[in-house]
């Protein structure tokens, strides 16, 4: 069954704690947080502090998703902060095995994750390494964007690269996930969905989880 990831960015910024214990009762399979830097895009939303305060709100897993250049320098931060999973760029990194290496180091899972432009071929000297790779289906740095249909290509060539090589990392896609992209992506083999406006913008948190991971349950409805 594929696991659904709600990202925080499209959360209401003034109740992150309610949220996250919401978001926990919806039954998801992990919280999804997006941290950026202004600089690797150009955007800015939270760092370490803000995750460790949520740490204690739900004992959902952590799934850190670093958009930021030369991630190496923060990731005592983020894993004293609590992350299970901490994905970096593959772009975004100088020295992308050791910064891995480095993830696993602190117990935590490594991911690493590629932009649209980016070829699935560059992730091949890493993927040995990896606990999960995240496709990114928009360009990183904000919520609610369309989905990038070339997306599900990559993750049918991640699929089936990972048949090829004997691996068991993840693959999860983030980006413009909604009830008609997701299936279209299970389809393609993804194992977790990122989906941040799909689910916050839902009066039923529950109810959009769920529309999510099978297409065929009852639609929800957008809050009022
Ligand atoms: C974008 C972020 C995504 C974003 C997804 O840079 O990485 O996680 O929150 O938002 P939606 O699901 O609204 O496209
Ligand atoms: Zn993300």
Sequence with gaps: MVKISPSLLSAD??????????????GADMLHLDVMDGRFVP???FGAPVIRA?????????????MIDEPMRYLDDF???????ITIHLEAARKVSQTLDAIR???C???????????VTV?????????????????PGFGG???????????????????????????EVDGGINAETAPLCIAAGADILVAGSAVFTQSDYKSAVEALRNPMSPTPSPKS
């Excluded at 959902?60 to 670093?66: E, P």
């Excluded at 899972?109 to 070829?119: E, H």
């Excluded at 390494?129 to 995240?134: E, F, G, I, Y």
Aim: hydrophobic residues 45%.
């Design 13 to 26: 910024f003034s109740r992150l704690g309610e949220e996250v214990k919401k978001i926990n009762a919806a």
């Design 43 to 45: 955007n800015i939303t």
């Design 54 to 66: 949520l740490r204690p709100a739900a004992p959902l897993f952590f799934d850190v998703h670093l």
């Design 79 to 85: 894993a004293e902060a609590g992350a299970d999973l």
């Design 105 to 107: 180091k602190r117990n």
């Design 109 to 119: 899972l490594a991911g690493l994750s590629i932009k649209p432009a980016t070829p």
């Design 123 to 139: 992730l091949c000297p890493y993927l040995a390494q990896c606990d999960t790779v995240l496709i990114m289906s928009v360009e």
């Design 145 to 171: 964007q369309k989905f990038i249909p070339e997306a599900t290509d990559k993750i049918r060539r991640l699929f089936s690269l990972r048949e090829q090589l004997g691996l068991a990392f993840s693959i």
